[in-house]
């Protein structure tokens, strides 16, 4: 029924993969295939993940000689699923146990949505320091300010992914390729929904904005245009195209305590 489908590139910490696999093999939910691609891992990577993987028999461990980055290894897990739904998973996340059955039964009981996400706790090597909630039933106007979705949270329909193409692989598309699915997706037609439910735990510390450079934040410009021009919000919303590059320059101290003011006013679930 179930394609869970991980993208890996250089992370070798043995604890942190075993945490990310284990809490998908353990699901209450059973009948699912794990594809994990190791996207040209030069740390070990691989060879830790192939000692990890003995441990299942869903589990299907494939290896790209290359860095291909991450649509293209996603597009490659995709190609290969068998299931009729397809849910994304990262490398140093973890999935509560239910998280499965919840996102399943919602999307078998809900045919007019064509993909589900959830609420998400925020970790890092301390514990929870904060959570992620978006609206229930995002529309076009809530891509403006943010991704109204938790995109490793989610469990599409197939058939969504493949009638868009899958993830977009272009040179702005380089860590913006969710933003820009979702985007397409809901140009498409397609609709997404938001659990309120805590399903999903991230992390995120101080190491993920070291790896945001600002010139992804040109990429992200390009890609709202793109996406906001689709959707039908351009040209009023080309204040919100130019907010990545402007965001770019704000001290990341800064940047941190308006993020917990947004969303501690914001009323951030539909009731």
Same mark, same amino acid.
């Given at each position: 029924?179930?394609?869970?489908?991980?993208?890996?590139? =250089?992370?070798?910490?043995?604890?942190?993969?075993?945490?990310?696999?284990?809490?998908? %093999?353990?699901? *209450?939910?059973? @009948?699912?295939?794990?594809?994990?691609?190791? +996207? !040209?891992?030069?740390?070990?990577? $691989?060879?830790?993940?192939?000692?990890?993987?003995?441990?299942?028999?869903?589990?299907?461990? #494939?290896?790209?000689?290359? =860095?291909?980055?991450?649509?293209?290894?996603?597009? /490659?897990? %995709?190609?290969?699923?068998? !299931?009729?739904?397809?849910?994304?998973? +990262?490398?140093?996340?973890?999935?509560?146990?239910?998280?499965?059955? *919840?996102? &399943?039964?919602?999307?078998? =009981?809900?045919?007019?949505?064509?993909?589900? !996400?959830?609420?998400?706790? &925020?970790?890092?090597? #301390?514990?929870?320091?904060?959570?992620?909630?978006?609206?229930?039933?995002?529309?076009?106007? @809530?891509?403006?300010?943010?991704?109204?979705?938790?995109?490793?949270?989610?469990?599409?329909?197939?058939?969504?992914?493949?009638?868009?193409?899958?993830?977009?692989?272009?040179?702005? *598309?380089?860590?913006?390729? @969710?933003?820009?699915?979702?985007?397409?997706?809901?140009?498409?037609?397609?609709?997404?929904?938001? &659990?309120? @439910?805590?399903?999903?735990?991230?992390?995120?510390?101080?190491?993920?904005?070291?790896? /945001?450079?600002?010139?992804?934040?040109?990429?992200?410009? %390009?890609?709202?245009?793109?996406?906001?021009?689709?959707?039908?919000?351009?040209?009023?919303?080309?204040?919100?195209?130019?907010?990545?590059?402007?965001?770019? &320059?704000?001290?990341?101290?800064?940047?941190?305590?308006?993020?917990?003011?947004? $969303?501690?006013?914001?009323?951030?679930?539909?009731?």
């Amino acid at each position: 029924m179930v394609s869970v489908i991980m993208s890996v590139f =250089n992370t070798s910490d043995v604890k942190v993969l075993q945490r990310s696999i284990h809490s998908i %093999i353990s699901q *209450t939910f059973s @009948d699912f295939e794990f594809i994990i691609c190791d +996207d !040209g891992s030069t740390d070990g990577t $691989y060879e830790v993940l192939a000692t990890i993987c003995k441990s299942d028999r869903r589990i299907k461990l #494939i290896r790209n000689e290359t =860095n291909l980055k991450a649509a293209m290894a996603r597009n /490659r897990c %995709i190609s290969l699923s068998k !299931g009729k739904y397809i849910a994304i998973m +990262d490398a140093d996340d973890c999935s509560v146990v239910n998280r499965l059955q *919840t996102q &399943l039964d919602f999307l078998e =009981n809900n045919k007019e949505f064509d993909f589900v !996400g959830s609420s998400a706790d &925020l970790y890092n090597e #301390i514990g929870i320091w904060g959570h992620r909630k978006y609206n229930k039933y995002p529309e076009n106007k @809530d891509f403006l300010f943010v991704l109204p979705f938790v995109h490793a949270s989610v469990m599409f329909r197939k058939k969504a992914l493949e009638e868009v193409g899958g993830y977009r692989v272009a040179k702005e *598309t380089n860590r913006t390729e @969710d933003y820009d699915l979702f985007m397409r997706l809901y140009a498409n037609g397609n609709k997404g929904a938001n &659990l309120e @439910d805590m399903l999903y735990l991230v992390q995120e510390d101080q190491a993920l904005y070291k790896r /945001r450079k600002y010139h992804h934040k040109f990429n992200e410009a %390009i890609v709202r245009y793109k996406g906001f021009r689709a959707l039908g919000l351009m040209p009023r919303s080309f204040l919100y195209v130019i907010k990545p590059l402007v965001v770019g &320059l704000i001290p990341l101290s800064l940047l941190n305590q308006l993020k917990d003011m947004y $969303y501690k006013n914001k009323k951030l679930v539909d009731k």
